[in-house]
């Protein structure tokens, strides 16, 4: 097969590629369900420092976890600190979700902190706490109420 000939085949078939109709594609992947997440946060100031306690929520499935970051530029050299921490959830009028509770060593960089993974009623209210105390001073903690809506 001659370059000419070759070139005319390649062009008939991509001819034949693009005039394919759409629904065919669209067929094919429609079938893929792709859950929608919702992220939420409240935010906080404690121990000196921005907290969030955040909550994911896909269907019925709620992934939980807290944020820490700095308030705002420091007003010099920032040292390393351990932060006690405290994750809880818990079904707004019903049972707990569980807690989490831990250290974490902090400079100046954000901190993303692992909670856990519920599955709650659709329809149900999720309360997430999240409580930080470090060297600065204690303030009030983020309490997050985030609908289940499924």
């Given at each position: 097969?001659?370059?000419?000939?070759?070139?005319?085949?390649?062009?008939?078939?991509?001819?034949?590629?693009?005039?394919?109709?759409?629904?065919?594609?669209?067929?094919?992947?429609?079938?893929?369900?792709?859950?929608?997440?919702?992220?939420?946060?409240?935010?906080?100031?404690?121990?000196?420092?921005?907290?969030?306690?955040?909550?994911?929520?896909?269907?019925?499935?709620?992934?939980?976890?807290?944020?820490?970051?700095?308030?705002?530029?420091?007003?010099?050299?920032?040292?390393?600190?351990t932060l006690y921490t405290?994750?809880?959830?818990?079904?707004?009028?019903?049972?707990?979700?569980?807690?989490?509770?831990?250290?974490?060593?902090?400079?100046?960089?954000?901190?993303?902190?692992?909670?856990?993974?519920?599955?709650?009623?659709?329809?149900?209210?999720?309360?997430?706490?999240?409580?930080?105390?470090?060297?600065?001073?204690?303030?009030?903690?983020?309490?997050?109420?985030?609908?289940?809506?499924?």
């Amino acid at each position: 097969m001659n370059r000419i000939t070759r070139l005319a085949v390649a062009a008939a078939g991509a001819a034949a590629l693009l005039t394919a109709p759409v629904p065919a594609f669209a067929a094919a992947t429609g079938a893929d369900t792709v859950a929608t997440t919702t992220t939420t946060c409240k935010y906080s100031l404690q121990a000196g420092l921005a907290t969030y306690a955040c909550a994911d929520v896909t269907g019925d499935s709620v992934v939980i976890y807290g944020k820490i970051g700095l308030a705002g530029p420091p007003d010099g050299p920032v040292g390393w600190q351990t932060l006690y921490t405290n994750l809880s959830a818990e079904v707004v009028g019903g049972a707990s979700l569980g807690s989490v509770s831990g250290t974490v060593p902090f400079h100046s960089t954000g901190v993303r902190v692992e909670g856990f993974t519920a599955t709650v009623a659709c329809g149900s209210t999720v309360r997430v706490t999240f409580s930080v105390q470090g060297s600065g001073p204690f303030g009030t903690r983020p309490v997050l109420d985030v609908p289940v809506t499924c």
